[in-house]
């Protein structure tokens, strides 16, 4: 029973309880969504999917979780089909602020089908998981992610069981490379840009994507940026996050049970060390998606080659899934690593389209609508700089950890106009203790000491209303003392030095997003610390009414069972000692009692008799009477 997201688990098995089945027919009654399975972990069906059969299988799951999926196509292909996605999460349709968006895009080579086939056993795997195993509940709860299994399906119509290495149904139906038909990030690429391909740039307009792979076939490597060349030759040309998108590579490389053995197709002379490759080191490509990805979104995509054989047959369908389905989980997890959190301007509101910066990084992102951000980084000592238009810069040093992930939030003050003005911040404070610190700090670190008068309005009011911040009365003075804060031990370090410069610098050139049409508004609490979606609010008030109603129901049945219980198992204890004799009906007749009973011993009811004379005040306080009303006892029921 999984009051907590409002479904109630039914699960058939040998041994039925019948109180499980009240509970579901009551929840029926009222209304609520039961979800009533056969089996949890279903058997995974492998064998190939046609188009339509996908659309069903993808729809079919949709009814089956409708709590925790949505299905929406991004738009269609040359022949009108749906570029159809699934997206998988706790709170399907919305953008949760501070939740990172994960994609898969599988079958973008109409003939290269394992990823399709792959994916529709993933969804079903995450689905059937949900709630029966922590891992994945946990990354359904905190990840919101999308997956499109087909972006060909024209070129999958075309395509035939058994290609190992051809092209037979590789393109669109304009016959194109969807693969060669993006915009390339040298510029180099001016072919016709396709519905497809139109699509999923739309698409990455309209979601704040941090992590996504591309599935491909023809060979068993995780493949990452850049795909191409200064010069068209085969030369490793590293983006400069070259380190994080090897350690995406090794991610899934290392948990495929073969790929990171580094073995060569059959066709082929060449493997690939630890099973991950650069792009334009194998060969270059212009006008891939995943440099797109990379350069014109926060997105960081790979590919993955998960085989040589392009549409391999049935039998071995089981075997493949079983290679990739580890590292198609364990890639997603990635999507939590490095930095993320949250940069509002001192009102406490959200600022969209603030620049996120990595020192000595050449690749900036962008804040989604919530004002949210997700960087990923490589554990290590970082300075990250976020700058806005109208607002002082705020740089704080970072300390990201080995296998998980660290929140920074930012707090930007105006600066009067409409330039972003550089701002450098010492302190003696260690870079995780910034990284932990709380609201109060980051005001205290975005404050512009030597240009903002810390007399006036704004200045006052800000520093008014943190107790933990006493300013110099001079207004030449550069520094703030810190006397206590939350979650920071007090010490004489506690200090917090705030030099700058008066020169404006120029915005750095950045991805112009434009905020999401699916993020929703949301209202900020006071201290900037606790986010509230609208939506998700009401749809968490929603199942907290729904969960409370289904609680008191159950209570309620619980106490009834009880008293069943109670009640047979008082009737039969009645019952046995009717039959025993101690006890007579009211409009009991002795005639009709059954004379084969056996007589209770006599000393038992002899025993009855003293605790009645006991009520009674009837007592005999002399021992030899007592013995002879025991005898007349005796005999008054050997003569019954």
């Known amino acids: 029973l999984s009051y907590n997201r409002c479904t109630l688990h039914c699960v058939e098995s040998s041994q039925k309880m019948s109180l499980l ?6 929840a029926t009654t009222l209304g609520v969504p039961v979800d009533i399975r056969s089996s949890r972990a279903a058997t995974i069906s492998f064998e190939h999917h046609s188009n339509s059969e996908m659309y069903e299988l993808i729809r079919s799951y949709n009814e089956m979780y409708p709590n925790i999926t949505r299905v929406y196509s991004i738009g269609q292909t040359v022949e009108e089909r749906d570029l159809l996605v699934i997206e998988i999460t706790d709170n399907p349709g919305i ?4 939740e990172p968006e994960f994609k898969y895009v599988g079958n973008m080579h109409g003939n290269e089908v394992t990823g399709r086939e792959t994916l529709l056993y993933l969804i079903q795997y995450l689905l059937d998981n949900y709630g029966e195993d922590d891992e994945i509940t946990n990354l359904i709860n905190t990840t919101r992610i999308h997956i499109m299994p087909s972006m060909n399906p024209d070129g999958y119509k075309r395509a035939h ?11 669109n139906a304009h016959n194109f490379d969807l693969n060669r038909n993006f915009p390339d990030r040298l510029g180099h690429n001016t072919v016709q840009r396709q519905p497809e391909t139109l699509a999923v740039i739309q698409w990455l307009k309209e979601y704040p994507f941090v992590l996504s792979a591309n599935l491909h076939n023809g060979a068993l490597v995780a493949n990452y940026p850049y795909d191409n060349s200064a010069n068209g030759h085969s030369v490793y040309t590293a983006s400069p996050d070259d380190d994080i998108f090897r350690q995406l590579s090794l991610a899934y490389s290392n948990s495929h049970t073969t790929m990171h053995l580094g073995l060569p197709c059959p066709n082929d002379n060449y493997g690939f060390d630890q099973g991950i490759t650069n792009g334009a080191a194998w060969y270059s490509v212009k006008g891939g998606m995943q440099d797109y990805n990379y350069v014109h979104s926060n997105c960081f995509e790979i590919t993955i080659e998960q085989g040589c054989h392009k549409f391999p047959y049935e039998n071995s369908l089981e075997d493949i899934w079983n290679k990739n389905k ?6 997603i997890q990635e999507v939590h690593k490095g930095v993320s959190g949250f940069v509002f301007n001192e009102d406490c509101l959200p600022i969209p389209n603030a620049t996120v910066s990595v020192m000595d990084r050449d690749h900036d992102i962008v804040t989604a609508c919530d004002g949210d951000y997700w960087r990923l980084l490589v554990p290590g000592e970082y300075a990250i700089q976020v700058s806005a238009t109208g607002y002082f810069n705020v740089t704080k040093n970072v300390i990201v950890p080995e296998g998980t992930g660290v929140q920074v939030n930012f707090t930007l003050v105006r600066n009067g106009t409409n330039e972003i003005t550089s701002t450098t911040i010492a302190h003696p404070l260690s ?6 610190s709380t609201s109060s700090l980051a005001i205290l670190t975005s404050l512009h000491m030597s240009v903002l008068n810390p007399t006036s309005s704004s200045m006052k009011r800000m520093l008014t209303s943190s107790p933990q911040i006493k300013v110099p009365k001079s207004s030449s003075s550069s520094m703030v003392i810190l006397t206590s804060l939350p979650q920071i031990k007090a010490s004489s370090s506690s200090m917090v030095t705030l030099t700058s410069s008066h020169q404006t610098s120029v915005t750095k050139s950045s991805k112009l997003n434009s905020p999401s049409p699916l993020c929703q508004q949301i209202q900020v609490d006071p201290d900037c610390g606790t986010w509230k979606n609208d939506i998700t609010k009401h749809h968490s008030n929603s199942k907290m009414v729904v969960s409370t109603i289904l609680t008191v129901t159950a209570v309620v049945l619980l106490l009834v069972v009880i008293i ?9 204890y009645r019952k046995r000692l009717l039959r025993k004799g101690f006890v007579r009906l009211p409009s009991e007749d002795v005639s009709n009692v059954d004379t084969h009973y056996e007589l209770p011993p006599l000393h038992s009811i002899a025993t009855l ?5 006991q009520q009674n005040g009837n007592e005999s306080q002399d021992s030899e009477s007592e013995n002879e009303t025991g005898s007349e006892v005796d005999l008054h029921v050997q003569e019954s």
Do not use: N
Not at 21 to 26: E, N, S, Y
Not at 564 to 572: F, L
């Open 95 to 98: 953008h949760e602020p501070g």
């Open 21 to 26: 089945v009240l509970f579901c027919l009551l």
């Open 161 to 171: 069981v058994g290609d190992y290495d051809g092209i037979t149904g590789r393109y």
């Open 564 to 572: 069943v219980a109670v009640s047979m198992v008082t009737y039969a």
């Open 326 to 331: 580890e590292a198609l989980i364990a890639y």
């Open 431 to 436: 870079p995780s203790q910034m990284a932990t």
């Open 609 to 613: 008799c003293d605790e009645d004379k």
